[in-house]
């Protein structure tokens, strides 16, 4: 399980609208948001794992496919979002996405 607040970014992020650079499920668990998301690991493989476990910039770890791709990534983070309580407003969640049985949502 991974801290809060956990999500991917889009290995395009900087060229995509803003809405189509994240990708939010779980915000514990990346892989429950891949599940959610109907997504497999690697496939398709454009998504890099984030965590931001407290308010800092010093606080956000990308986990890319080297450093500078994390670097590169990890700073378009935080042009969207200066903070982590920034990510909240860019949290977008598809109408189609498969909660667990038993999970009450709330619209």
Known sequence: MCQFLSAFVH????TLEIGSRYLF???HSH???????????GDPDCWR????????????????RDDKQSDRLRAQII?????????FSLMQFPA????????KVIR
């Open 31 to 41: 892989s429950a948001t891949m599940n959610l998301h109907g997504l497999k690991y």
């Open 96 to 103: 189609d996405l498969k909660f667990p049985k038993g999970c």
């Open 11 to 14: 290995d395009d992020a900087a």
């Open 25 to 27: 499920g779980d915000l």
């Open 79 to 87: 042009r969207d979002a200066p903070r982590r309580i920034d990510l």
């Open 49 to 64: 794992e984030f965590e931001w476990t407290g308010e800092g910039k010093e606080e956000l770890v990308v986990r890319g």
